[in-house]
Nanobody, 120 residues
Framework: QVQLVESGGGLVQPGGSLRLSCAAP????????MGWYRQAPGRQRELVVT???????NYADSVKGRLTISRDNAKNTVYLQMNSLKPEGTAVYYC??????????????WGQGTQVTVSS
């Protein structure tokens, strides 16, 4: 299975910052959106933010103003700048890329997940 390549997770104190990165292999074509999702223990995977190929973003209300997504189209890469981190942000963060599967559907590619732990 083709996976996105994630990096940048780690342990950080509350109020601290981290920067996640996610690179899509060149073998994945026609990506029209990428984003970040997260999953905490005992919870379902939830949206953090997505960004389209044209630059439109969609943030979860809980992270607006603290987390920022950016993209480098030349490198087929997206980043997640995480500032003012809270313990509630502790989760495994997964990168996502969406491509057309057919006229009526899409295909999602995922990264392996990177652990972010916010703790004193």
């Amino acid at each position: 299975q083709v996976q996105l390549v994630e990096s940048g997770g780690g342990l950080v104190q509350p109020g601290g910052s981290l920067r996640l990165s996610c690179a899509a292999p060149r073998t994945i074509f026609s990506i029209y959106a990428m984003g970040w999702y997260r999953q905490a223990p005992g919870r379902q995977r939830e949206l953090v933010v997505t960004i389209t190929s044209s630059g439109s973003t969609n943030y979860a209300d809980s992270v607006k103003g603290r987390l920022t997504i950016s993209r480098d189209n030349a490198k087929n890469t997206v980043y997640l700048q995480m500032n003012s981190l809270k313990p509630e942000g502790t989760a495994v963060y997964y990168c996502n890329a969406r491509t057309p599967k057919s006229i009526l559907g899409v295909r999602d590619y995922w990264g392996q997940g990177t652990q972010v732990t916010v703790s004193s």
